[in-house]
């Protein structure tokens, strides 16, 4: 029996109709009202925007328009954490800076210029928060704090309060409630001491510095726990509702009410004693009031404050590490706790494996680095917005305005022989050309241009 001849022409089969697009799916990215709702939508990851910015020039319009950054934060309201901050030195001198996220979101630690120049290893960060930081310099008759906008580079200096002792703790806090974008309102810094006895503390004594008047508050103070002189452990603060929280040494918590501009201190279960110190942390509750973390060789316990029990607080939940942590042989010694980010509810907890971030909701977790255990951090979030610069500059010298397009693979060049190449960062190509791979003339354009609107390397360096 001979074979079907084929149902197809000589030519082949016949190709399958292409499907036709609904007309609403172009409708939507061309409508001038649900375009900005569509890409408000995005991942706040640091290349989001950037990569939205090379479809076409009227999406780069949008995504770089000050009402759009604007929306775009409110509507995402937690920025994400972009890495921390530390007062040691993992592996590095120069490394004051550990990204929390791959490539392409990573943020190169050049880019982040310690604003005390080279002199930034005698300076300590004693606070991260709303987009800012807060650094302590050296000691000295002009010693000063300085607030810095690690997205802008925005920076503002005050002198210390002339009869400020040894600065232990700090906070700088927006004016604005929290309800605006934060690093464009004034703010406030509040920095905390100890007046010492012969072998114990005597005093906590804090003073706030308002940017909106340049001036220092008068002192507030408190009689302080029996703690020896001897340790010099410093944690970052917690803020819950209108107060910020130090866990300090000797089984207390220090407590500075923003409003009535009170100090007070707290006691904590008996379980903390100082010598676990590095296994506490100050945390928030599901209800964002203050909650303290207690970690063990497998979980770690959360506590709230509850004034109907005899110690003043109970135990609400435990979460196990099994499952976010490295195997039992990592687990010789005891776990640290050495901070916490209120917004994104992540716990940075320290084994021999290294450091890891831990977001408590989810018990998802990501190893930040490899390193000694009970050094100071700092994490720090935000938006990485183009155009922040002039929107939150508040400072007396100079803003360093260059991403965060900087980190996009975004950028073509030719070489002598006429072949194109790319996309490349602007951080790798400002590395080679620091390296003399390039001549002066060397010219580059972006992905959303053509090879006949290149620029200048250094004129495109001053367009980010």
């Excluded at 007062?87 to 630690?109: I, M």
């Excluded at 120049?117 to 005698?122: A, P």
């Excluded at 110190?277 to 979980?299: F, N, P, R």
Aim: aromatic residues 10%; hydrophobic residues 40%; proline residues 8%.
């Amino acid at each position: 029996m001979s074979e079907p001849e084929p149902e197809h022409g000589p030519e082949g089969p016949e190709p399958e109709p292409i499907p036709r697009l609904r007309p609403s799916s172009s409708s939507v990215l061309d409508s001038d009202d649900l375009l900005p709702v569509v890409l408000r939508r995005l991942p706040p990851r640091p290349s989001s925007l950037p990569r939205a910015s090379l479809v076409c020039r009227r999406w780069r319009d949008l995504v770089t328009s000050r009402n759009f950054l604007r929306d775009f934060r409110e509507f995402h309201r937690a920025p994400p954490v972009l890495g921390l901050f530390h007062n040691t030195y993992l592996g590095a001198p120069d490394r004051r800076f550990v990204a929390a996220v791959d490539p392409p979101d990573r943020v190169p630690d050049s880019l982040f210029r310690m604003p005390c120049g080279r002199d930034h290893r005698s300076w300590r960060f004693l606070d991260c928060r709303h987009g800012r930081a807060l650094l302590l310099g050296p000691m000295g008759p002009r010693r000063e704090v300085l607030v810095w906008d690690p997205m802008t580079g925005a920076r503002r200096r005050a002198p210390l309060p002339s009869d400020a002792g040894d600065v232990r703790h700090g906070a700088v806090l927006c004016s604005c409630g929290h309800v605006r974008d934060c690093r464009s309102s004034q703010f406030q810094v509040v920095l905390v001491w100890f007046e010492l006895g012969l072998t114990y503390l005597r005093r906590a004594v804090a003073a706030v510095y308002s940017s909106e008047s340049g001036a220092w508050s008068h002192i507030i103070t408190v009689q302080a726990p029996f703690v020896s002189t001897a340790s010099n452990a410093s944690k970052p603060g917690t803020l819950a509702g209108n107060a910020v929280y130090w866990l300090i040494p000797g089984s207390r918590v220090l407590e500075f009410d923003a409003v009535t501009r009170n100090l007070a201190v707290i006691s904590v279960p008996a379980y903390t004693a100082g010598s676990l110190y590095w296994q506490c942390q100050l945390v928030l509750t599901d209800a964002k009031e203050l909650g303290l973390a207690m970690v063990t060789e497998i979980s770690i316990k959360l506590w709230k404050r509850d004034s109907g029990n005899a110690c003043g607080w109970s135990m609400y939940s435990s979460v196990q590490l099994e499952g976010c942590l490295p195997p039992r042989k990592w687990m010789q010694e005891q776990p640290s706790l050495l901070g916490y980010h209120e917004e994104s509810n992540a716990i940075f907890v320290w084994i021999e494996a290294g450091m890891f971030m831990i977001q408590l909701e989810s018990m998802q977790s990501r190893l930040m680095c490899q390193g000694a255990s009970n050094f100071e951090i700092y994490p720090f979030a935000g938006f990485y917005n183009r155009g922040d610069a002039t929107a939150g500059a508040q400072g007396d010298e100079d803003v360093d305005v260059r991403w965060p397009t900087a980190i996009v693979d975004m950028w073509h060049y030719e070489d002598p022989q006429g072949d194109s190449h790319g996309p490349y960062s602007m951080v790798s190509l400002q590395r080679w050309s620091g390296n003399g791979f390039f001549a002066e003339d060397f010219r580059v354009w972006r992905t959303d241009e053509t090879k006949e609107q290149a620029i200048l390397l250094t004129d495109a360096m001053l367009s980010l």
